[in-house]
């Protein structure tokens, strides 16, 4: 069994940070690209971030430049740090791997529960 636990949402200003952190634990043989996500009532889920496991990132338009995604592959944790928050930025942050039990088994997508990000003043 495989669990995803975020942390780090909260209530911030416009213009504060935030650093959320997601852990990947169980049985975990390799994971591969690892993301956050994001979902706004109303809207579809969508795409914030995602970084490989060699360390190759890819932003959405509209965070470009403002949040930047890590991970440390010893501890199978991913981050993301977001600066210069917008009202617009406010939604529930899921984390996502891309991973596999066992040299053996096919990749599977993990989610994690979410974690709320409010920018409001």
């Known amino acids: 069994q495989v669990q995803l636990v975020e942390s780090g949402g909260g209530l911030v200003q416009p213009g504060g940070s935030l650093r959320l952190s997601c852990a990947a634990s169980?049985?975990?043989?390799?994971?591969?690209?690892m993301g956050w996500y994001r979902q706004a009532p109303g809207k579809q889920r969508e795409l914030v971030a995602i970084i490989t496991s060699g360390g190759s990132t890819n932003y959405a338009d509209s965070v470009k430049g403002r949040f930047t995604i890590s991970r440390d592959n010893a501890k199978n944790t991913v981050y993301l740090q977001m600066n210069s928050l917008k009202p617009e930025d406010t939604a529930v942050y899921y984390c996502?791997?891309?991973?596999?039990?066992?040299?053996?088994?096919?990749?599977?997508?993990?989610w994690g529960q979410g974690t709320q990000v409010t920018v409001s003043s």
């Open positions: 996502n791997a891309d991973l596999k039990w066992s040299p053996i088994t096919p990749r599977y997508d993990y």
């Open positions: 169980g049985n975990i043989f390799s994971i591969y690209a």
